[in-house]
């Protein structure tokens, strides 16, 4: 039987992010609401175009409701499409707020409905490899991890000019995927300080993000950045055997942005010139090496949600695990404003 997703918004985001992704997840794209209709014409010839979410919403055909619609709107159209009665996929920022997720969460529950958040980047191949690095104990105990993602792009863009609005920074952008990840790895810490700061001219709205992350035994950081010239390393992975670094981003953003589809050949598979580098000490000489990198696979995230819809498994990403990424920004916020550490 067809898995139908309907997708909420056919900007960037739906179009380049999402829309490529589902058949390889199997699933079909059988709904768009958006004013971009001559685009979903040409694109998805069989999908239905509706003008509005609302009209979207009331389409009872649909498996799942995938929301990609500008960061300040998420909350609320969730929480529409969950009354509704549909599954939901809500793109990050999965809310502006720590309570306003309480309350995407709260209607998922009681409408017996999926929701969940598209923390892609769980499936990013470098962070795949870390993973698999420290669960085979290469890397040992890890004490110190500093992960970022930079870019110079001096001209924010238009809509953000001089003014803030819920939700809208490179905090609740970059930031919720560095700092997914960082959870992932090592659970809530135990306090986080930072900032978020506001650099380039003519923006209202941070474009630097700072945290620190403590932790028992493992200090983390979380850097993100629109306004580098020179790029920081992806991840520089400190343990008690060996270090693993990695220079450059995970490589599917690239290929979508160029047309690529994840259901083609070579998608999500890096390039040896941007596997990372494992050094280790064996016998007291330094010993550097290439270390391949798994392949990356975003689509797996939506494969995972039509399984669990099907099924009636939980999403492979929890309303409750994002909400707690907006409690770590949020307590950065905080210790930016305080300038002090923020026990969490």
Same mark, same amino acid.
């Given at each position: 039987?067809?898995?139908?997703?309907?997708?909420?918004?056919?900007?960037?985001?739906?179009?380049?992010?999402?829309?490529?992704?589902?058949?390889?997840?199997?699933?079909?794209?059988?709904?768009?609401?958006?004013?971009?209709?001559?685009?979903?014409?040409?694109?998805?010839?069989?999908?239905?175009?509706?003008?509005?979410?609302?009209?979207?919403?009331?389409?009872?055909?649909?498996?799942?409701?995938?929301?990609?619609?500008?960061?300040?709107?998420?909350?609320?159209?969730?929480?529409?499409?969950?009354?509704?009665?549909?599954?939901?996929?809500?793109?990050?920022?999965?809310?502006?707020?720590?309570?306003?997720?309480?309350?995407?969460?709260?209607?998922?529950?009681?409408?017996?409905?999926?929701?969940?958040?598209?923390?892609?980047?769980?499936?990013?191949?470098?962070?795949?490899?870390?993973?698999?690095?420290?669960?085979?104990?290469?890397?040992?105990?890890?004490?110190?991890?500093?992960?970022?993602?930079?870019?110079?792009?001096?001209?924010?863009?238009?809509?953000?000019?001089?003014?803030?609005?819920?939700?809208?920074?490179?905090?609740?952008?970059?930031?919720?995927?560095?700092?997914?990840?960082?959870?992932?790895?090592?659970?809530?810490?135990?306090?986080?300080?930072?900032?978020?700061?506001?650099?380039?001219?003519?923006?209202?709205?941070?474009?630097?993000?700072?945290?620190?992350?403590?932790?028992?035994?493992?200090?983390?950081?979380?850097?993100?950045?629109?306004?580098?010239?020179?790029?920081?390393?992806?991840?520089?992975?400190?343990?008690?055997?060996?270090?693993?670094?990695?220079?450059?981003?995970?490589?599917?953003?690239?290929?979508?942005?160029?047309?690529?589809?994840?259901?083609?050949?070579?998608?999500?598979?890096?390039?040896?010139?941007?596997?990372?580098?494992?050094?280790?000490?064996?016998?007291? @000489?330094?010993?550097?090496?290439?270390? *391949?990198?798994?392949? &990356? $696979?975003?689509?797996?995230?939506?494969?995972? /949600?039509? =399984? @669990?819809?099907?099924?009636?498994?939980? *999403?492979?990403?929890? &309303? $409750?695990?994002?909400?707690?990424?907006?409690? /770590?920004? =949020? @307590?950065?916020?905080?210790?930016?404003?305080?300038?002090?550490?923020?026990?969490?």
């Amino acid at each position: 039987m067809t898995f139908r997703a309907g997708l909420v918004g056919y900007g960037a985001g739906g179009r380049i992010f999402h829309a490529p992704l589902l058949r390889a997840a199997g699933i079909e794209l059988a709904a768009i609401a958006s004013s971009r209709t001559e685009e979903i014409a040409r694109d998805f010839p069989d999908a239905t175009a509706y003008p509005t979410a609302h009209a979207l919403f009331e389409d009872r055909s649909l498996d799942l409701v995938i929301i990609t619609t500008p960061s300040p709107t998420h909350g609320a159209l969730a929480i529409e499409a969950l009354q509704a009665g549909h599954n939901v996929v809500v793109d990050k920022p999965f809310a502006g707020s720590v309570e306003e997720a309480n309350r995407v969460i709260d209607a998922g529950k009681h409408a017996s409905k999926l929701v969940s958040c598209f923390q892609n980047r769980r499936w990013d191949s470098d962070f795949l490899t870390l993973k698999d690095l420290m669960a085979r104990g290469v890397l040992g105990d890890v004490h110190h991890i500093h992960s970022s993602f930079s870019f110079f792009k001096p001209e924010p863009p238009t809509s953000w000019h001089n003014e803030p609005l819920n939700a809208v920074g490179i905090h609740f952008d970059l930031g919720t995927h560095l700092l997914d990840q960082l959870v992932q790895l090592f659970g809530m810490p135990d306090w986080v300080e930072g900032e978020v700061l506001t650099r380039r001219p003519n923006s209202g709205v941070p474009d630097r993000l700072h945290a620190r992350l403590g932790y028992p035994s493992v200090r983390a950081i979380a850097e993100a950045d629109m306004f580098s010239p020179e790029h920081a390393p992806r991840f520089v992975v400190q343990g008690t055997k060996a270090g693993w670094r990695k220079d450059f981003m995970d490589g599917q953003e690239a290929q979508l942005k160029g047309g690529m589809k994840a259901h083609d050949p070579g998608f999500g598979v890096e390039p040896p010139e941007n596997y990372g580098t494992l050094t280790t000490y064996p016998d007291g @000489a330094k010993t550097v090496e290439r270390a *391949p990198l798994l392949n &990356g $696979e975003h689509h797996t995230f939506y494969r995972l /949600v039509r =399984e @669990a819809i099907q099924n009636g498994t939980p *999403p492979p990403v929890t &309303g $409750e695990e994002v909400r707690d990424v907006l409690k /770590v920004i =949020e @307590a950065v916020v905080q210790s930016g404003e305080t300038g002090r550490r923020v026990a969490l």
